[in-house]
């Protein structure tokens, strides 16, 4: 048998270094080197050995060290957004649950143990059934409760509806499954809302909007009897006056027919301003109803002159017409749209000094008919112009007297015209005239 076959590679080079081999034993002298050579590679591999287990040593400990550090800051972000959920879940004006698809509880908060007056034991414990045993205690009908609840969590989908607690309150009960990005379904959330102030809230506000309707409909009746009352005793006093005036057989002196012209003019002031507050009155309660129909403009504004004619020659201002034949006729309340008109025209005549015109003008605009009323009269202060549409609000002239008339008259067209589903604008300078532009739907 060959020893040197079975040689490891290390000793046959230390052998063949002493001049030795393994075949046969070598003198004394090549066994000492050979032994002082063995003796340096033991202490060469002890070396080897030790740096290799120092690096090995150190790399682990590195990992530790990154571990643990990595750990404490997982930890520690863990930590902090379970705070911040958990805060969330405080803070929130509802009671809330949320279980998971076990039906263990994996959040709840105080105000759900508020709500339903659940022990702190019971919430310590997260025992969804058992936390359900003491919520029902304040739940009337609590069998059926039950039942939904059974329901809801053998379902998918997501329920609304109201509970009634034994002490009168009402809670709004809303629960929705939870469902993770990638799908799985991993429970249910369900919120509770005291609605109770709510609900009263309600009741006492359709209960103030009943008596609110009650009280406006007594005043819509009450301005109906009026309007009568006002008006009949009016009619009387001015035709009476104006048969006086009329008289022919027993003459009145000159004096007389001044004071019987006095009680003509000043009932018919008296019975226009009756009749604008009781138009106001009315389009305010909402009594106001429109009969809509096409409307010709040209017929309108030959309507609304008609009564217009004497106070234009009387003033000396000359009006105009402008309709081009084409003119779609508006969609209006036909006596409604006269209104409008007449209060826009006279005052155009009123506010234009002896010599100046009037225009009235009409044209297609898209959907809508524009009629445009120009003068070139006195004008309107910019300042002015937001208070124009206000019940009640003259302007003092450039003169400085204040006109006759009631301040009702662009009030009311304003809101005829906002019946009608229009616009009004006004566009003036002091001094240079004034154009009213309204914009009703074409019919
Ligand atoms: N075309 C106009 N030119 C100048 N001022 C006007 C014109 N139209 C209205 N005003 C001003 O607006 C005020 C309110 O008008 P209105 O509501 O019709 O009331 P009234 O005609 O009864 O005074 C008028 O008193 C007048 O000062
Ligand atoms: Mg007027």
Not at 260 to 266: E, H, K, M, V
Not at 360 to 383: F, N
Not at 394 to 399: E, G
């Amino acid at each position: 048998m060959s020893a040197s076959g079975d040689t490891h590679p290390l000793l046959s080079r230390l052998l063949r270094k002493v001049g030795a081999s393994a075949a046969e034993a070598p003198d004394l002298q090549r066994w000492r080197a050979l032994l002082a050579l063995v003796a340096r590679t033991y202490q060469d591999a002890d070396q080897d050995r030790y740096t290799l287990e120092r690096s090995i040593d150190i790399s682990s400990r590195e990992m530790q060290g990154l571990y643990q550090d990595l750990k404490r800051r997982t930890d520690e972000k863990l930590a902090e957004s379970h705070a911040v959920l958990r805060a969330t879940l405080e803070s929130a004006s509802e009671g809330i649950i949320v279980v998971d698809a076990t039906r263990s509880v994996v959040a709840i908060n105080r105000r759900y143990a508020e709500m339903m007056r659940v022990s702190e034991d019971a919430i310590a414990s997260r025992d969804h059934h058992r936390i359900i045993a003491e919520s029902m205690t304040q739940i009337v009908d609590a069998e059926a409760v039950r039942a939904t609840i059974e329901e809801i969590h053998a379902s998918r989908d997501v329920f609304h509806d109201e509970l009634e607690l034994r002490d009168g309150r009402l809670v709004d009960r809303y629960s929705a499954p939870v469902t993770l990005p990638d799908g799985t379904h991993a429970g249910r959330v369900t919120f509770f809302r005291d609605i109770t102030a709510e609900r009263t809230a309600n009741q006492e506000l359709r209960a103030a909007w009943a008596a609110a309707e009650a009280a406006s409909t007594a005043k819509s009746l009450f301005l109906a009897n009026m309007s009568h009352e006002l008006r009949t005793p009016l009619n009387a006093v001015i035709g009476l006056a104006d048969l006086l005036l009329l008289e022919t057989g027993d003459p009145i002196t000159k004096r007389q027919r001044e004071y019987l012209d006095g009680i003509a003019q000043s009932g018919r002031h008296l019975l226009a301003l009756v009749n604008d507050v009781l138009d106001l009155a009315k389009i305010e309660a909402g009594k106001h109803d429109l009969a809509l129909e096409p409307v010709v403009l040209q017929d309108a504004i030959e309507e609304a002159l008609t009564g217009l004619v004497p106070l234009a020659h009387h003033r000396g201002v000359s009006i105009s017409v402008q309709v081009p034949r084409a003119v779609r006729p508006a969609r209006a309340d036909r006596l409604r749209l006269r209104q409008i008109l007449y209060n826009l025209m006279s005052n155009a005549l009123k506010f234009t000094d002896r010599g100046g015109s009037v225009t009235v003008s009409a044209r297609d605009d898209g959907e809508q008919i524009r009629i445009a009323v120009a003068d070139t009269g006195i004008g309107i202060a910019e300042a002015d112009l937001p208070r124009l549409f206000q019940a009640f609000e003259q302007l003092v002239t450039p003169s400085g007297d204040r006109p006759t008339g009631t301040g009702l008259g662009l009030a009311l067209t304003r809101r005829l015209v906002d019946m009608h589903g229009g616009t009004i604008e006004v566009e003036s300078a002091l001094g240079s005239g004034t154009t009213f532009t309204v914009r009703i739907p074409a019919g």
